[in-house]
């Protein structure tokens, strides 16, 4: 069974840029999540979505973040414009629903320069 | 949300029992304790969970004390892969589902 994929892996930009991040859950899976982990600490809550819903996203900054999830599968999260506090790992974990154990992607690691 | 607490660093050798503490006094009675790792440049992975009773897996056992406020991951036979960052978590429910309240964890390192 395929996990949770994200990409890119890695990205390094200048601040004011726009960056955006893809996560693709596992099949099946309805609920998705994007976290964000800065360096030595454990993964925030950003955004949750069932299905194509965003449930919780009380912890997202939304003067620059948005995020979208058409068609209840893949999600997007986008930066714009990023800021050099914006530099960390962000998550996408999904789950069978919104009690069930939550599967984590790799992650992308964002630098702001 | 109940808090947990737990040690920032602890180092074991190769081949003996890692055994990884836990407080959360502030639990409630629903909530259930969840354990995952982060090894280094990945997502966390599930590990167990529990509620009341003790659990065992093919990863490790859950030992829950009486009063729920505190637990102990035991990795029975930690190798040099186990070295991760383990994180204890109360899980909480809202309206619309559960939230993993993520602390700081805690770095084991596994020394041959």
């Known amino acids: 069974e395929a996990g949770v994929v994200q990409s890119p892996r890695y990205k390094i930009i200048e601040k004011k840029q726009p960056v955006a991040f893809w996560c693709n859950p596992i099949?099946?899976?309805?609920?998705l999540y994007w976290y964000r982990q800065n360096l030595g600490q454990g993964p925030e809550l950003l955004i949750r979505y069932e299905n194509e819903e965003a449930v919780d996203d009380s912890q997202l900054p939304k003067d620059r973040f948005s995020a979208e999830r058409l068609k209840g599968v893949d999600s997007t999260l986008k930066i714009q414009p990023a800021e050099l506090g914006d530099s960390a790992v962000y998550l996408c974990a999904s789950s069978l629903d919104g009690y069930n154990e939550q599967f984590f992607g790799p992650g992308t690691r964002l630098t702001v320069l | 949300d109940a808090k947990t607490t737990q040690p920032p660093s602890m180092d074991c050798a190769e081949g003996r029992a890692a055994n990884l503490p836990c407080n959360h006094s502030?639990?409630?009675?629903?909530?259930?304790v969840y354990w995952y790792r982060q090894i280094h440049s990945q997502g966390p992975q599930y590990i167990i969970h529990?509620?009341?009773n003790n659990e065992t897996n093919e990863m490790a056992s859950l030992i829950i004390t009486e009063d729920r406020k505190s637990s102990t991951l035991i990795l029975p036979h930690a190798t040099l892969r186990d070295t991760a960052v383990y994180y204890c978590?109360?899980?909480?429910?809202?309206?619309?589902?559960?939230?993993?309240?993520f602390g700081g964890g805690t770095r084991l390192m596994v020394k041959p």
């Open positions: 099949s099946g899976h309805n609920t």
């Open positions: 529990g509620l009341k």
């Open positions: 502030t639990i409630s009675g629903n909530e259930y």
């Open positions: 978590i109360v899980r909480s429910y809202n309206n619309a589902g559960n939230m993993l309240t």
